[in-house]
């Protein structure tokens, strides 16, 4: 092992091997996914998946270490994983400048050691609490408040998730990004950067603790800086969460996400039809006059080549009818993904291979 971690070789229980070949995904690449992904970097993990579909603004230069003015209009991947190979010039990072539905295939979180969700909206985090359980991994949240923030180990794959901690309405209602921490107010909250660097030191604490097989808290930390507080406060699973079902068989297809529908129904059951995870654009008409046409692919703000009035999608989850020539990346499929397939009453899972060079 490196002398570049020779002081943690000293820590009783410290296991630099484990770190080194565990893979981390980490979603949302703002103030938390910053100190987050540097505290892993420095501690020796091998491998990191960021996904933040952002660029970087003036006003992200406050609250991130591995961000420069220089980086401003750069996407926040790309200029995060470029600052933790300085800090550790052994680490793999892949990057994924898209939504978390569009960036990351479920084989991807199965066969990740660690998820950790560093997002800022309710619906984010469900969408993501959502596909960890699916292929039950584990996963920790954070969100911050001014002075303070909350740490959500979900690592027990039978246990608790964030969808548990919210009422049947609050799971039902999809909000927009208004503060990092999970308030029922909609009035926009910002936190101070000490704030994230603790609510992130946290998370990164109990992050390399779980890779190395210590102890971790097994409730929700509360931290209130204000008072000088961490309170643990105990979860438990809500027996009408929708959000624990799983996938318990997978068959594993010769077809990437860069390969088109042709393949793809080639590989399938005839009378399959393959479903995706978020509604693709199917065909565009026009609010004002009498424009349509047949447009596959990811829904876009456009405008009508006749009238200029706004284009409406016309959105579908079914790919039965999509173009042959048409590539499963263009319709916001990820790499190896998982694709839910209907044959009349039954239901089977196909996994994409890896479309990438390497593995991450």
């Given amino acids: 092992m490196s002398s570049r971690f020779a002081r943690h070789e000293l820590i009783p229980g410290w296991n630099q091997q484990q770190l080194a070949d565990a893979r981390v995904i980490i979603v949302g690449m703002g103030a938390l996914g910053n100190e987050v992904a540097r505290i892993l970097a420095m501690s020796g993990v091998g491998r990191l998946l960021l996904c933040d579909p952002d660029r970087i603004e003036e006003s992200n230069l406050s609250r991130t270490l ?46 990740a050691n660690l998820v950790i969700s560093c997002l800022d909206s309710r619906l984010a985090r469900l969408q993501l609490t959502g596909r960890c359980n699916l292929v039950k991994a584990p996963y920790i949240d954070g969100g911050t408040h001014p002075w303070g923030g909350e740490v959500r180990p979900y690592l027990e794959p039978d246990g608790a998730c964030y969808g548990c901690s919210l009422t049947p309405e609050e799971r039902s209602i999809a909000d927009i990004p208004w503060s990092c921490l999970d308030t029922r107010s909609e009035q926009s909250v910002g936190a101070a950067v000490p704030s994230s660097a603790l609510v992130g030191t946290w998370m990164g604490t109990i992050a390399v603790s779980f890779l190395m097989h210590q102890n971790c808290p097994s409730g929700t930390l509360k931290i209130d800086s204000s008072r000088g507080t961490t309170v643990i406060i105990p979860q438990f699973r809500d027996s009408e969460c929708p959000l624990h079902s799983s996938i318990d068989s997978v068959t594993k297809i010769d077809v990437s996400s860069q390969d088109t529908i042709k393949k793809l129904r080639s590989q399938l059951p005839q009378s399959a039809v393959a479903l995706t ?67 009349g009453n039954d239901w089977e899972w196909f996994e994409l291979k890896n479309s990438e060079q390497g593995d991450w």
């Fill in 277 to 343: 995870w978020e509604p693709v654009q199917s065909s565009v008409e026009c609010t004002n006059c009498h424009f349509q046409e047949i447009r596959w692919g990811l829904p876009a703000v456009d405008s009508c080549p006749l009238c200029q009035s706004p284009l409406r999608s016309r959105t579908t989850v079914e790919l039965d009818n999509a173009p042959d020539c048409m590539k499963l990346a263009d319709l916001g499929i990820p790499p190896r993904e998982i694709l839910a397939t209907r044959m």
């Fill in 66 to 111: 591995l961000f420069r003015q220089s980086d401003i209009g750069n996407f926040k991947v790309e200029a995060a994983a470029a600052a933790l190979k300085e800090f550790n010039p052994d680490i793999r990072v892949k990057t994924r400048s898209l939504s978390l539905i569009h960036g990351v295939g479920l084989g991807e979180i199965r066969d």
